[in-house]
């Protein structure tokens, strides 16, 4: 059996989460290998994993990328302010998701960002005993909006908490990223690995834009300007945990919890090699009520460093 190792250093105060992937199995998660059982008790060998990425392939070209730089004024409306945008992309995209995940997995629910937006107790799924599927239908509208693209597909399959398995498509950059839990993480049917930053390096770090952020965030946020940290504000959370995983980026510093920004690129960065955290010294639960900012990183030593900024300026 393939599993995941959690590890926790001694004397580590942070409670990192450290995930060690082991050997890739013969094929790549998304090409015709169907999953198996998970260790949350779900019997998932019926399920095609290939039939997935398809799903998310199609919704991007029916409902994402033919408006991609078409949109209209009436397209696009505001939601909690003038960054907070959604479009018909990300609508019709949810709605094609929503039909086509629970039609590969009968008797499973949906938490797309759009649902819990118009009913918040669309959230409950994830606390209940059905495998759920965690959708952003367009991660990154603003660059979407803009013409930029830098904007993602995000969707992740979890269970009781446990994340499964992920695919993050980037489709105006021809990227397609998939992370099953204990297989690995791959790339356009690459395998990817985080690595290490070069010693005495100095980390680039992806950070909550400040249009989203709190006085009080920022204040904690800035507890990164230090000699040998180069902050910067994050595009789109997926691509980021992307980064991470490609070993373009060395870390990612957020305040916000949207299981539907994190669930899919915090599987990808584990199975890269990566680590997670929180500042309270706890792994990143996809259900909330997390301890505020949290890292992810390339790997535990890097992780460690982060929180560690963050949690003096706490």
């Known amino acids: 059996m393939i599993e995941a190792l959690h590890t926790r250093h001694q004397g580590d105060t942070t409670g990192l989460t450290d995930v060690v992937t082991p050997l890739p199995t013969a094929a790549t998660p998304g090409a015709t290998e169907p999953a198996a059982s998970d260790p949350t008790g779900l019997d998932l060998s019926g399920l095609d994993l290939a039939a997935v990425e398809t799903a998310v392939r199609q919704a991007a070209a029916d409902e994402i990328t033919p408006r991609f ?12 302010g003038p960054h907070d945008l959604v479009t ?27 649902a819990v937006h118009a009913d918040p107790t669309v959230l409950d799924a994830l606390h209940g005993d059905a495998p759920v599927w965690i959708v952003d239908p367009v991660d990154g509208t603003r660059q979407f909006v803009h013409g930029d693209p830098g904007f993602a597909t995000l969707v992740a399959l979890a269970h009781h908490g446990e994340v499964l398995a992920s695919w993050t498509y980037a489709p105006a950059l021809d990227q397609m990223a998939i992370a099953r839990r204990g297989a690995g993480a791959w790339l356009n049917g690459e395998r990817l690995h985080a690595g290490h930053p070069a010693p005495g390096a100095t980390l680039e770090v992806a950070t909550s834009h400040p249009d989203f952020t709190t006085d009080d965030q920022k204040r904690v946020l800035a507890g990164l300007d ?78 460690r460093r982060i929180l560690g900024l963050l949690a003096a300026a706490n």
Do not use: M
Not at 88 to 105: F, G, K, V
Not at 260 to 267: E, F, I, M, P, R
């Open 69 to 80: 730089r078409q949109l209209a004024a009436e397209d696009i409306v505001e939601k909690n």
């Open 88 to 114: 018909i992309a990300d609508r019709r995209a949810e709605e094609h998701l929503t039909a086509a995940l629970t039609a590969l997995l009968p008797g499973s629910r949906v938490v797309g960002e759009e």
């Open 226 to 303: 230090v000699p040998g940290v180069a902050p910067r504000p994050c595009g789109s959370a997926g691509l980021e945990y992307l980064h991470i995983a490609l070993g373009r980026l060395d870390a990612t510093a957020f305040s916000w919890q949207n299981s539907w920004d994190h669930a899919a690129g915090l599987l990808l960065v584990h199975e890269a090699g990566g680590a997670s955290g929180t500042v309270a010294g706890q792994p990143f639960r996809i259900e909330g009520g997390n301890a505020l900012p949290f890292t992810a990183a390339r790997d535990a030593e890097t992780a």
